[in-house]
Structures are given as C-alpha cells and as structure tokens.
T-cell receptor, first 111, second 114 residues
C-alpha cells in the first residue's frame, strides 16, 4: 500500500509563479524526503526534513513538515520552465532507509 | 562521475523468459535498492541490501530474486517473466551508515513483457 499520497496529481502554472505540492503519510516517520523526476530519467534528491524539524529551505525550495497532521508540503518559488517535472515525497518509517514513495505531482511550468 | 549505472536501458521479453538487470555504483555506498515504477503507483521497493552480503524483501518481492555480488553491484533477476512485471525498474544506493540518507538513482530500465 502507498504510504504517501500527493496532492494535486497535476499542476500547471506560469513561469514566475509559486508551486505548492502536498504530501500525506500514514505512520510515524524518521524523515521525509522530496525527489524530482524529469521525463524518462531517474529520480534526483531535492531535500530531506527530519521528524523533529518543522521547516527547511534549500535555494528556491521550502519544505514544511507537520507530524501531528502527518503531512508535508513542498513550495517552489519563482518557478522556471526547467522545474517542469514530477515531484515525489518519500518517507522512511522503519529505518534502514527503505523509502516508501508517494504517487507524485506532475508539475508543468509554462512560459 | 558515473554514480549509479543500470543496464540494459530497454528490454523486451516474452512471457516465461528470464533475465537479469544489472546495477553498479561507484560511490562506495553500503546500501542498494531495487524499485519498480508503474503509472499512478509511484515507486515500490522490490528488494534492498543494507550492506554487502545481506539482502531483504521490500513491498513487492514476488517473482524476483537479487544478488549483492560485492559492494558495488546489485543485480535483479526475473526467473520467469510475466506481463505484470512490465514496468520501469530503478536501482538506487545510499550511505546510511555515514548519515547520508538520500538515495542516488540510476536512469532506469524499461522492461516490457509480452
């Protein structure tokens, strides 16, 4: 069963706008990670937030984590056409870094 | 700077045929993983190897076997391919023991079973 569900499934915005993607999960986690996948390529790690952290920044990325609601959000500010990709959340529930991935959000940034 | 290398990139099999997907990493990582990606399902863990000499089942191990040949290489074998195994397969590695939990992925193998 999928541990993470992402919302929305697809998102289309204009270049320069912000994009927000949400992820919900079911059980307690050690950490939550976000990955990007360009079409036909492997996944690339973006950012990791630990269960005792509430917010983390990396460049134009901002991730929040609410363990009481079992949810996380990824904000991409000032989006660019190159941000067009699928974004996945993944979490480690039992250690050993066996990540469980969500179903992904397909982001399209139009010029 | 190869990272994680998977071969082959594409493969077409007939039902019942066998094949091995190869994966190698050059980052000296201890842990390696095999995932499959199906439309609308995200990635699902098939098998993983926490360290050289150990392997363990993930969420969807049926129909697959793995071998951790050495620290660099982790192969996935389909003994008797079925149409349900049509998918994109990704190998990944990480170095949890060094406090680095992020996964590094290969570029994937697109497998079709007819």
């Amino acid at each position: 069963s999928q541990q993470g569900e992402e919302d929305p499934q697809a998102l289309s915005i204009q270049e320069g706008e912000n994009a927000t993607m949400n992820c919900s999960y079911k059980t307690s986690i050690n950490n939550l990670q976000w990955y990007r996948q360009n079409s036909g390529r492997g996944l690339v790690h973006l950012i990791l937030i630990r269960s005792n952290e509430r917010e983390k920044h990396s460049g134009r990325l901002r991730v929040t984590l609410d363990t009481s609601k079992k949810s996380s959000s990824l904000l991409i500010t000032a989006s660019r056409a190159a941000d067009t990709a699928s974004y996945f959340c993944a979490n480690d529930t039992g250690g050993g870094n066996k990540l469980t991935f969500g179903t992904g959000t397909q982001l399209k940034v139009e010029l | 700077n190869a990272g994680v290398t998977q071969t082959p990139k594409f493969q077409v099999l007939k039902t019942g045929q066998s094949m091995t997907l190869q994966c190698a990493q050059d980052m000296n990582h201890n842990s390696m993983y095999w995932y499959r990606q199906d439309p609308g399902m995200g990635l699902r863990l098939i098998y993983y190897s926490a360290s050289e000499g150990t392997t363990d089942k993930g969420e969807v191990p049926n129909g697959y076997n793995v071998s951790r040949l050495n620290k660099r290489e982790f192969s996935l074998r389909l003994e008797s391919a079925a149409p349900s195994q049509t998918s994109v397969y990704f190998c990944a590695s990480s170095d949890v023991f060094q406090g680095n939990e992020k996964l590094f992925f290969g570029s994937g193998t697109q497998l079709s079973v007819l």
